[in-house]
């Protein structure tokens, strides 16, 4: 190689990397600009004793509840799982809602969240969700068409987005 040569291939590296130093600030400052616009609706804290066979409540005492490990048979108390299942199941209802209101659809809808927990060995769980949806007198083509939609908007659909697997289906 010539040291012409060299010297345009180094300065082609440096223009792109500067290119991509260049995008990449564009990108953090509008994601701060957007940080900045959003407008925080609601924050709550819950503290836990115990992990999986403990306590859990509110500071300012709303909730307290017992937890339970995950167990066949095992009737007291609630466990993560179950806390999950059922704060996903209750937001993408909302979202549901959002997106049957913009469609002009008032019918009543339900959705069950079933949370499975799996164990790959030692230290290493997760979990996976299945959203089935249901809207009254609705076909189940339409229905999925808007459960896809509320996928778009759930908060929980999100932030669970890419980090584990969310099956939706209709009932």
């Not at 190689?1 to 060299?6: E, G």
């Not at 300065?11 to 925080?40: G, P, Q």
């Not at 997106?99 to 230290?123: D, F, Q, R």
């Not at 980090?163 to 289906?169: G, H």
Request: one cysteine or more; charged letters at 25%.
């Amino acid at each position: 190689m010539t040291m012409a040569f060299t010297a345009i291939v180094f300065l082609s590296e440096l223009k792109l990397s500067f290119r991509k130093r260049l995008l990449y600030n564009e990108c953090v400052l509008r994601f701060e600009r957007w940080k900045t616009n959003m407008a925080k609706l609601y924050s709550t804290t819950m503290i836990n004793v115990g992990g999986r066979e403990g306590h859990v409540e509110a500071p300012d005492g709303s909730m307290a509840m017992t937890i339970t490990a995950p167990k066949p048979g095992k009737k007291e108390g609630t466990n993560p799982e179950q806390l999950f299942a059922a704060g996903y199941s209750s937001c993408f209802n909302s979202a549901l809602e959002l997106v049957k209101n913009e469609a002009k659809i008032s019918n009543e809808s339900t959705v069950k969240a079933k949370v499975s927990l799996y164990n790959e060995g030692p230290a290493d769980f997760h979990i996976d969700v299945e959203l089935s949806v249901h809207i009254d007198g609705l076909a189940d083509e339409e229905t999925a068409k808007l459960a896809e939609k509320a996928h778009q908007v759930c908060p929980y659909s999100k932030a669970t987005r890419g980090n584990i697997d969310v099956k939706l289906m209709t009932f």
